[in-house]
């Protein structure tokens, strides 16, 4: 009853309101059952000597208060009160526990997990009459509050994100990503490429360029090393930069609007590097293809070869 109180005096969800429960992980409280009165009944006629702590007097503290000040004027009206209400808590968590089952179906069908990136599918969601409750009480183990969920929920543009101390919560073309807030900024040098083999580490990634004669099985067409204009370089794409993709057979393509055509959440494109022949144009998009002008199905000096470990 007094952590009843004081829960719902700090405002609350059905969780607080359960109040305290009989076994929470490794923590057993097997005296949940007996009221303070019963105990000190069951004490007295057995001799059984117990002490009690000078604090609980003191009423300074909100859950004193209640039991000193508060519980006393409920008691004097009916005693028997309390069973009600310990009927009432006990309702309370049965239906706490029913809610958390449902919760963790919702969490199995809406939250997938590749890495230790965290995908959000709202769908299943969309015909709920509380979806942003829902999507609170589903995000709230990553520590994000009600406030955060909603503001999310009701600006849901592409890209918009909330945060706290540990992780990022991003609304994407068609899901949300929790990622945890963690790493290195991303690097915006230009890495100069002068010649094959050409290694560098990049943002907790090794990128490594080399020269092979054949393009490897299931590739039509790779980078032809005659076509490239050494040094090449290496850097950060720009929203002026222009591609020129093999699909596409020579048309021009504007970089930000691939990578959005692509459905690339927006967290990761910033990571996206272009390589720039010395003439400027655009070689490649790491991750994402090759140019039509620098591609071949036969090349007589090789093929460009870039690979990325972690």
């Known amino acids: 009853m007094e952590t009843f109180f004081i829960n719902t005096m700090r405002g609350t969800g059905l969780q607080g309101l359960a109040a305290i429960p009989v076994q929470n992980d490794k923590v057993i409280r097997p005296l949940l059952f007996a009221t303070r009165k019963d105990l000190q009944n069951f004490a007295t006629d057995n001799n059984i000597l117990y002490r009690e702590d000078s604090s609980n007097q003191q009423t300074k503290y909100t859950r004193n208060f209640i039991r000193n000040k508060i519980l006393p004027v409920f008691d004097s009206h009916d005693y028997r009160k309390r069973e009600g209400f310990y009927t009432t808590i006990k309702n309370l968590q049965d239906n706490n526990e029913l809610f958390q089952d449902l919760l963790e179906v919702y969490r199995n069908t809406c939250i997938s997990r590749k890495d230790n990136l965290y995908f959000l599918h709202i769908e299943p969601l969309l015909k709920m009459k509380n979806q942003g409750l829902m999507l609170y009480f589903l995000l709230e183990k990553f520590g994000f509050n009600q406030s955060q969920v909603n503001a999310l929920f009701h600006h849901q543009v592409t890209g918009n994100y909330v945060k706290n101390d540990a992780y990022i919560l991003s609304v994407e073309p068609d899901f949300w990503v929790v990622r945890p807030l963690l790493g290195e900024p991303i690097s915006d040098d230009i890495h100069e490429i002068s010649h094959l083999p050409f290694f560098l580490k990049l943002d907790n990634k090794k990128i490594s360029f080399s020269k092979i004669e054949k393009l490897p099985i299931g590739e039509n067409k790779g980078i032809d090393i005659s076509k490239l204009h050494f040094p090449l370089f290496l850097r950060t794409w720009k929203n002026s930069d222009v591609f020129k993709p093999l699909q596409m057979k020579g048309s021009k393509k504007d970089i930000k609007k691939l990578l959005a055509e692509k459905k690339i959440p927006s967290f990761q494109k910033k990571d996206v590097r272009v390589l720039i022949d010395q003439s400027g144009e655009v070689v490649a998009l790491l991750s994402v293809g090759i140019s039509i002008t620098f591609?071949?199905?036969?090349?007589?000096?090789?093929?460009?070869?870039?690979?990325?470990?972690?």
């Open 295 to 310: 591609a071949s199905a036969i090349s007589s000096e090789g093929f460009l070869h870039i690979t990325t470990e972690f």
